[in-house]
């Protein structure tokens, strides 16, 4: 619950039909789970359940064939400004500086404030990307790369951030130093998020609960709430725990994944 007493999303019996070439497809069925301010919520789910989907009615792209969303209890009609979208390419811009990239957003709002630019360069200090916001995203590594996507979303002050698979175009090794920062920095500033991955320990790393989807119709197969017994959760130590493994192994065996 927020200052307005409603959580900060609502899904109330969300239902998704395709007209596809060979009749309809039903790509979800009767979703409904609410997320509170400040909850980090993972979607994992196997291939073609309805995850994308579901996100872009989330953020407002795509009205469901049935059912509701509401964000802090208003109806979402139509894209919302209160969503940030954060999807596997980082989607920079590669003829803009790394500056003109994280202002990017608010640009294409017309906001351009001088209070929204001194938000904007204080993420940038923040999260050490000053001394770099003249170079290009060329001259980035991929890690950076993220964290500038990252600075760009948040600096039209999203309250809910919605990530598709947005770690998965990188290697092993930068994705677990981002997914700490990411987390790190969606923490420190506040934000909701819900997060589509098929990386189980990924959203074991990340999230206070985790919905498992089920396909064909994609459908809410089970939700798991993710504790640990840390003073100061990050990632990185969540993946020590013994708890880990345990999660792992009962999200697992639900996925039902043959290979
Ligand atoms: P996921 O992200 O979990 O892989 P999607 O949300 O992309 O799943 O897709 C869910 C189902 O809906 C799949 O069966 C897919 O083929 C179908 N689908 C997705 N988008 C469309 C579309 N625009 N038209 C018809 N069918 C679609
Ligand atoms: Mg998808």
């Known amino acids: 619950m927020n200052k307005t007493g409603s959580p900060m999303l609502l899904l109330q019996k969300v239902s998704q039909k395709y007209q596809a070439e060979n009749g309809e497809v039903t790509a979800l069925e009767n979703i409904s789970f609410q997320v509170d301010e400040g909850e980090f919520i993972s979607l994992v789910g196997p291939s073609g359940c309805g995850k994308s989907t579901l996100l872009s009615i989330i ?144 959203s074991i790393s990340m999230s206070d609960r985790i919905v498992v989807l089920a396909a064909r119709p994609g459908r809410i197969k089970e939700i798991h709430p993710i504790t640990f017994r840390l003073d100061e959760r990050t990632p990185f130590l969540c993946r020590e725990q013994p708890e880990f493994s345990q999660y792992f192994n009962t999200i697992w065996k639900e996925l039902d994944v043959h290979v």
């Open 59 to 202: 953020a407002g792209l795509l009205p469901p064939t049935h059912g509701e969303v509401f964000i802090e209890g208003e109806p979402v009609r139509g894209v919302s400004p209160k969503i940030g979208y954060m999807l596997q390419r980082d989607q920079l811009l590669e003829w803009r500086t790394i500056y003109r990239n994280v202002l990017f957003g608010l640009e294409l709002r017309h906001q351009l404030t001088e209070e929204n630019i001194q938000y904007t360069n204080r993420l940038l200090e923040t999260y050490g990307l000053w001394e770099f916001k003249d170079k290009y995203p060329s001259q980035l590594s991929g890690g950076m790369r993220q964290r500038a996507a990252l600075i760009r979303t948040l600096a039209v002050r999203p309250q809910l951030l919605l990530l598709d698979e947005a770690f998965s175009a990188l290697d092993y090794q930068t994705r677990l130093a981002v997914t700490d920062d990411v987390y790190r920095i969606l923490k420190q500033e506040r934000k909701t998020a819900v997060m589509v991955t098929h990386d189980i320990p990924e």
